[in-house]
């Protein structure tokens, strides 16, 4: 019960599990005892947006950037950016994955939500440099995804299959691939 980083792996895990009401819970709990917490701030920030209480988000997000210790939450920026791309507000995931990208150049995960902002607004070459950048630093089945993702929304089919081919297969009817480089996962879709 005294362990700040049990408390928010857990709110995590509850957020990830879709228990976004016990996840918020977890995170408030934790906030009362440390403020200063970026983890928690950034699950806060994201579960108040999944449970569709918008303006608390905004409020909360928008303190957050405000303080000067908290603007630097790169977990806060990314995971509130993918949650405004995913929600149609490519602007606002465009300006959050942009801040991020600019505070972690190398941090993939904002690399990836800066390229699908830059899809969302139309601007696919920019998001092609983004993820060839961060393919400099790092290697998972997600960025291939998002980068076969790109190719085939500019009608580059081939090059997305070629993409795809390097992390993915398809075996006895499903899609297979590894995660964290040893953990098999595989499912219908």
């Not at 005294?2 to 928010?8: T, Y």
């Not at 995971?79 to 150049?105: C, E, I, M, Q, S």
């Not at 920019?126 to 960025?143: D, G, I, K, M, N």
């Amino acid at each position: 019960p005294k362990s700040a980083s049990a408390r928010v792996a857990l709110a995590d895990l509850k957020r990830a599990a879709g228990k976004f009401d016990e996840a918020l819970a977890l995170y408030r709990e934790q906030l009362q005892a440390d403020p200063k917490n970026n983890s928690a701030r950034a699950g806060l920030v994201v579960s108040l947006l999944e449970l569709g209480k918008k303006d608390d988000a905004d409020q909360e997000l928008n303190a957050a950037l405000q303080d000067k210790d908290q603007a630097l939450n790169l977990p806060l920026l990314v995971g509130a950016a993918y949650w405004f791309l995913a929600h149609n507000d490519p602007a606002r995931g465009f300006d959050l994955a942009d801040k991020a990208v600019t505070l972690a150049p190398r941090y993939s995960w904002a690399q990836i939500a800066l390229a699908r902002a830059l899809i969302a607004n139309k601007r696919p070459q920019e998001a092609e440099r983004s993820l060839r950048f961060v393919r400099q630093y790092s290697r998972f089945p997600t960025l291939d995804y998002e980068l076969a993702n790109l190719l085939a929304a500019i009608g580059l089919y081939d090059e997305a299959a070629a993409q795809l081919a390097q992390s993915f297969s398809i075996k006895g009817g499903q899609i297979e691939t590894m995660l964290a480089g040893r953990n098999a996962a595989h499912a219908i879709s």
